[in-house]
Structure formats: C-alpha cells, structure tokens
C-alpha cells in the first residue's frame, strides 16, 4: 500500500508543470450529475425505468458519449 501511495504522489508531483488533464474529465462528470439531477426533478428517469426504448436510447446515447471521449480526451 506504502508503494502505490509513493508512486501516485511521485506521478502527481512529477507531472506539476503541464497544465492540467482531468479538466474534460472533471466538467464530463458534473455535467453529468447536473443532467441526471435535472432530469430526475422533471420526471423523465422515471419515463427511462418503465420504456425499454427509452433505456436502449438513454444507453446507446451513453456509448456514443464514451466512445467520442476515448477519442478526444488524450
């Protein structure tokens, strides 16, 4: 455990001058819990849990999110 925790903070220190990465992660993610949020007060993840098509579009939606993010975050 010692180890891992030397190697990240090694990692993080190291890597101080570049400007920062996770940002795309980091606004990904909050946009995210801002949509779900959103869309749980209107009613609508109620309408995705009982339709199926709903559910597949909500999911294909998501991988096509995943899978552009693979590509464009480096």
């Known amino acids: 455990m010692r180890l891992w925790f030397a190697q990240v903070s090694r990692r993080a220190t190291r890597h101080r001058q570049q400007p920062p ?26 309408l995705v ?9 909500d999911r294909l ?3 096509v999110c995943l899978v552009t993010l693979a590509f464009v975050v480096p």
């Open 21 to 46: 990465s996770d940002l795309p992660a980091i606004l990904g993610t909050v946009t995210g819990l801002y949509i779900h949020a959103s869309l749980a007060v209107v009613g609508l993840s109620a």
């Open 49 to 57: 849990m009982h339709s199926s098509l709903a559910f597949t579009a």
């Open 61 to 63: 939606i998501g991988a």
